[in-house]
């Protein structure tokens, strides 16, 4: 698995290109293709989901908070680089472009997730069946191929504890599945600050072959100071129809991104005197105005693949699914600790080196039956995963050159573990939904420490909990459902978070897991043709709240605080109206708040990392032949802490407008088979200065990372079908 890297995405991408000359001649005889994604008309009550029930269910009979972002809205006049783009619309999610590509997005589902200082946790990943959150809770959101994507599913609240460990939601991604005849695509985009993407794509069906290719590099020179970037990434997904109820799908991918620069976070005199500045390193006195940033050369390196095969078999009513998946991720990264001369013996340097190979395994049995008056639908199934890192850490100096990979500080192998039964039900009796499910999960963790010169490591933690959930959604009338649900979850520490203790500790065994009681009752409403409500009232109360102790330089220690409330209101619209035109609004209030004090923390202190108001707008337009559309776009969060004790300067709240127009034309004549799409986007219309994510719990009080202003993108598409 470690020698895995791009191999199995390049033998995936042969077979197509050998059966490709073969499609092409049959392609003549092959159904049209369906109309590109971006010119279905989307209809609100047909919305068809699969999170949660792990079946194919429509979402408005679903007694849960689930929003689905379709082709078209990911693909609405986006580069299709960053899951932000995409998911700004959804309530009660807040997704947070740092401009630093050597961290990921920020992802918070109600507050959960919002303190992560680098990745995703709290919050779980799925691609296609396959996790991108590995088993200790983390997750990496740039993994997802975003230019094959049919529909992006998010979960929120008692629902999403059926996940287990780490989902307090959950953001699950689908690719499209090929179809029609063999067609070749090429997209290029470019923009401000020296963005551009280009992308090539393939894809069709072949009899019960069916294939689709993706390749892309995107690039930019940052916004932000010491930010530039570099990301190729690899997609391929071929299916095999076995018969006429059982299908073979294997997906394989792949994630590079060379020496992407951090330019770490700065202080509020920092941002106010230039937001796109570094921050000054005041050590540095052979450079006064050297930053941070540059004189450590702070940067990342990512390899990451990975390869899933799922078998889907159908029994009459009954299905068999089984998903294996397994890959590698190695990185590099440089970090910056402003007293690396001082730094004693238990500190692990400033360089981190790991070698990660993962893989897991998921099977459900699913059954239905009649039960009473009614229909009973049961999920019997089983998860497991494993994560092994071979784990090094270096100085990050040599002499008076920093930097640079220096003296061995650390080396270890670290094993994470989980091992997750489930059960869910689902009866339904005339107007009434009743749903239950129960998750048994263990997590374990377990270091060996190979590098003795500061104390022997070496040690684990083992975590189990058992989640059950309770709804039942009652239909009023075919056009309103009223629903509720309730749940229990837990959170473990990551393996990240478990590193430090302290500021200068060793490994931190003793940290607890986080357990929460949800609670949620909520209203899906049709109040027209093609016009949907959702509206939902939640409540989670957490015990041993994980938070930041000390966070320095990009190494941070937790500690386990008291009880945290969560209260909120979440409301959507989406709405098909006449003449083209279509609206959507999200919108959410989020009372989060230490419903205890401890150290340094007063009772009702909001929760760092987390806007108590959003709010997400659009107005667009499409002519009656689907070949011009333009759209009005407003995002807006209310002001967010950095800090436990709420002592620092929060980042104020803002709101931004964003415009688009887009067109496409399908060719005729000679030119028949050739489609075209153009289109033009202008963020922050306004050019307002903001914060668009903080760095909770930074010991230098370097909180703050600046999003930018007016920025502008320009992309076009040429697609051939054969």
């Known amino acids: 698995m470690k020698h895995l890297r791009l191999n199995a995405v390049a033998a995936l991408f042969a077979v197509p290109l050998v059966m490709a000359p073969l499609a092409a001649r049959a392609a003549a005889d092959a159904p049209a293709a369906a109309p590109a994604a971006d010119e279905v008309p989307r209809t609100p009550m047909s919305v068809v989901v699969v ?15 689930i929003d689905v972002v379709d082709a078209s809205q990911i693909g609405a006049a986006q580069p299709r680089v960053n899951a932000s783009e995409a998911l700004a619309g959804v309530p009660g999610l807040v997704v947070q472009n740092r401009q630093n590509y050597a961290q990921d997005l920020q992802i918070s589902s109600r507050g ?44 929120r609240g008692p629902y999403s504890t059926l996940y287990g460990n780490h989902s307090g939601g959950v953001v699950q991604l689908f690719t499209r599945d090929p179809k029609g005849a063999p067609y070749v695509e090429t997209n290029v985009s470019a923009g401000s600050y020296g963005q551009h993407k280009l992308d090539v794509n393939a ?50 991918s792949g994630l590079r991104q ?3 620069q951090d330019p770490l976070g700065v202080t509020w005199g920092t941002y106010q005197r230039d937001p796109r500045a570094g921050e000054i390193d005041t050590t540095d006195t052979q450079t006064p105005q050297r930053t941070l940033a540059d ?100 100085e990050n100096y040599v002499g008076t050159e920093f930097g640079v990979q220096g003296r061995l500080r650390r080396d270890e192998q670290d094993e994470v573990n989980n091992v997750d039964p489930y059960l869910q039900l689902e009866w339904e009796l005339g107007r009434w939904v009743f749903t239950g499910g129960l998750r ?103 015990h041993d709240e994980l938070v930041v102790d000390a966070s320095s330089g990009g190494r941070t220690s937790y500690r386990n605080a008291s009880a945290t409330l969560r209260q909120g209101l979440e409301l959507s619209l989406d709405a098909d109206l006449r003449a083209g035109f279509s609206a959507r609004v999200a919108a959410s209030v989020l009372r989060a708040i230490y419903d205890q004090s401890f150290t340094g923390v007063a009772e009702g202190n909001r929760l760092p990392g987390v806007p ?56 005729d004549g000679a030119m028949r088979g050739w489609r075209l799409r153009e289109y033009a986007r202008v963020n922050n219309l306004f050019d307002r200065t903001y914060i668009g994510s903080v760095i909770v719990g930074d010991s230098n009080r370097r909180y703050y990372e600046p999003a930018p202003g007016r920025n502008w993108m320009l992309g076009a598409s040429a697609q051939y079908q054969f």
């Open 51 to 65: 999170s949660g029930s792990r079946s194919e269910h429509l979402s408005f009979d679903l007694p849960a908070s």
């Open 112 to 155: 959960f997730g919002a303190r992560s200082q680098f990745g995703v946790r709290g919050v779980r990943l799925i691609a296609d069946g396959i996790p991108a959150t590995m088993p200790d809770g983390q997750g990496q959101a740039a993994t997802f191929d975003l230019d094959l994507a049919e529909r992006i599913e998010v979960l």
């Open 203 to 252: 894809g069709g069906k072949e009899g019960r072959f069916g294939w689709l290719l993706d390749a892309s590099r995107f690039e930019t020179d940052g916004y932000r100071a010491h930010s530039a970037a570099t990301r190729d990434q690899a997609y391929a997904k071929l299916t095999f129809d076995a018969s006429s109820t059982s299908k073979l799908t294997i997906v394989a």
């Open 258 to 260: 060379d020496d992407t």
């Open 295 to 394: 004189r450590y050369n702070t940067r990342k390196s990512i390899d990451h693949q990975q390869i899933g095969l799922n078998w889907d078999q159908r029994f009459g009513s009954d299905r068999l699914r089984v998903t294996v998946y397994g890959g590698n991720r190695r990185v590099i990264q440089y970090q910056a600790f402003t007293r690396a001369f001082q730094a004693p013996a238990t500190h692990s340097g400033g360089v981190v080196d790991f070698d990660r190979d993962f893989y897991g395994v998921d099977v459900n049995w699913m059954m239905t039956r009649p039960l009473g008056e009614g229909t009973l639908r049961t999920t019997v199934g089983l998860e497991a995963g494993k994560s092994t890192d071979a784990r090094k850490g270096y």
């Open 440 to 542: 048994h999960s263990r997590v374990s963790f377990d270091v060996d420490d190979h590098y003795l010169a500061n104390g022997n490591d070496s040690g684990g933690a083992d975590y189990s909990h058992t989640t059950p959930l309770l709804g039942v959604l009652y239909k009023l009338t075919p056009d309103l459902n009223v629903y509720a649900s309730a749940a229990h979850g837990f959170e473990t520490p990551t393996l990240n978070e478990v590193f430090y203790s302290g500021t200068a500790g060793g490994f931190n065994y003793g940290l607890g897991a986080a357990t929460s009681t949800q609670v949620e009752v909520g209203v899906k409403a049709a109040l027209a043709k093609d016009v949907r409500v959702n509206a939902a009232l939640f409540q989670a109360r957490t």
């Open 612 to 667: 108590r108001t959003s709010l997400y707008g659009e107005l667009a337009w499409k002519d009656p032949g689907q070949r011009f559309g333009a759209a009005l776009e407003t995002v807006a969060n209310g002001k967010v802490y950095a800090d436990d004790a709420n002592a620092a300067i929060p980042a104020p709240g803002y709101a931004i407008f964003n415009a688009r127009v887009q067109a496409s034309q399908q060719l």
